[in-house]
């Protein structure tokens, strides 16, 4: 059977050579995109459902403790020592669930309920893990482009292109308006030496 809901990535990768990570940190800081992240991750049509976010153990780790576990959604952790996590995360609360498996990850949220988007969102391992296979049926995508310095990146991801489409601007534009998702331009934003566009893939049949 097929699930109840989408399976997406969000992802911001450097063009060309999609790097997307450094020293087990983003290579950038990017206030606005963050603030994109943010909203698209959390926002859903239905005000009595959730969306889920899934992570390897690597990104939550990376994420500020401030922040995490990423607040009101769902965060799903992917660890093989589930013990271990738990044991050494303080953060750890109901918003929380530990998975072993991807596959398990996504059981666990077929029987949740009142889920409404499913967020990969990395690291590189999952994402090209996923990537690999079908299970993935949209991307969303944040092109960066860097306009003067040289940004460094030690992970990156493969997204074969012959295997996805890009949307027209609109088919983004409608998703975002639908779940309240507003101020933000597509194309041609910058912060300080980086330029990046908000893109959408989706797979081919
Ligand atoms: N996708 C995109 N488009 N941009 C990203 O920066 C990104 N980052 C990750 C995965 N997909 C991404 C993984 N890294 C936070 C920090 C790191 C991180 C993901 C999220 C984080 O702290 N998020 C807070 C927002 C904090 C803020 O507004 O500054 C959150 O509530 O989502």
Redesign the pocket.
Known sequence: MSRPFKVNI???ALIPGYGIGLKGQ?PWS??N??????LL??NTVSPTSKNVVI?GRN?WE???PR??P??NRLNIVLTRNTNNFVKNNAAVDESVLVADSLKNGLDIIEKTGNIEEVFL???ADLYNQCLASDIVDRI?L?EVKSLNSQIETDVSIKIDPSQWIRQESQVLEKYLQDHGVNGFQLNGNKEGELGYDFTLLERRK
Do not use: D
């Not at 995109?33 to 943010?38: A, N």
């Open positions: 969000i992802v911001a983003l990017l206030k995109e963050m603030k994109y992240f943010r991750t959390t992570m990104t990376s994420i500020p922040f995490r990423l607040p969102i990395g690291g969303f944040t």
